[in-house]
């Protein structure tokens, strides 16, 4: 039972360039997020998903896209990297919204 | 006023000492509450919900206060272990996502 796995850990993208986040979970969890932290900052959500096929917006979903294809997997998409993205990303996912959330070990994004 | 405020640390305690960590919110229909702990450059965790009787697990006590709209988290004889951000989190009165406080650092020292 792997959890909640991301890649790529880190990775430095040049601004304007694009790439995909991947996140997977192996718990069965229907709801799956995505959040970024930034230093000294709280975690912000960029998206989450209560199942298969349903996505929502979060507080900060500007830049980014997402799509939840299957219960396993929700990727991020970053369109147009900018130095504002710079951040690290972590993927979390639970049962329920009461339920614990369990996050990945993050990607670590660098735009220059 | 920010959704989820807590006391910015870092609060530096020797090992042994007692230390309780606040937290306010603002947003009177959330519904649950939780402590996450967050270690340097690692995933948060959850340490423990947070319960409307108050709950204790081993050496942490969480504390709730609904009508002040308050959260506490006290963590007794400190260890070394214990260093690391301790992250306050509140269940959004819509039910689907949670708001994350921007955490109090918590350094234990020999």
């Known amino acids: 039972n792997a959890g909640v796995t991301q890649t790529p850990k880190f990775r430095i993208l040049k601004i304007g360039q694009s790439m995909t986040l991947q996140c997977a979970q192996d718990m069965n969890h229907n709801y799956m997020y995505w959040y970024r932290q930034d230093p000294g900052m709280g975690l912000k959500l960029i998206y989450y998903?209560?199942?298969?096929?349903?996505?929502d917006k979060g507080e900060v979903p500007n830049g980014y896209n997402v799509s939840r294809s299957t219960t396993e997997d929700f990727p991020l998409r970053l369109e147009l990297a900018a130095p504002s993205q710079t951040s690290v990303y972590f993927c979390a996912s639970s049962y329920t919204p009461r339920e614990t959330q369990y996050f990945g070990p993050g990607t670590r994004l660098l735009v220059l | 006023r920010k959704e989820v405020e807590q006391d910015p640390g870092p609060f530096n305690v020797p090992e042994g000492a007692t230390v309780a960590f606040n937290c306010t919110y603002s947003n009177s229909a959330s519904q649950s509450f939780f402590w996450y702990r967050q270690d340097c450059r690692k995933e948060p965790k959850l340490l423990m919900s947070?319960?409307?009787s108050g709950n204790e697990d081993g050496r942490f006590t969480a504390q709730l206060n609904r009508a002040s709209q308050y959260i506490s988290l006290l963590i007794r004889d400190s260890k070394l272990s214990d260093s690391a951000t301790y992250l306050c989190?509140?269940?959004?009165?819509?039910?689907?996502?949670?708001?994350f406080g921007k955490g109090t650092m918590l350094l234990v020292s020999p």
């Open positions: 989190v509140t269940l959004n009165s819509g039910y689907s996502t949670l708001t």
């Open positions: 947070v319960y409307s």
């Open positions: 998903s209560v199942g298969a096929g349903i996505t």
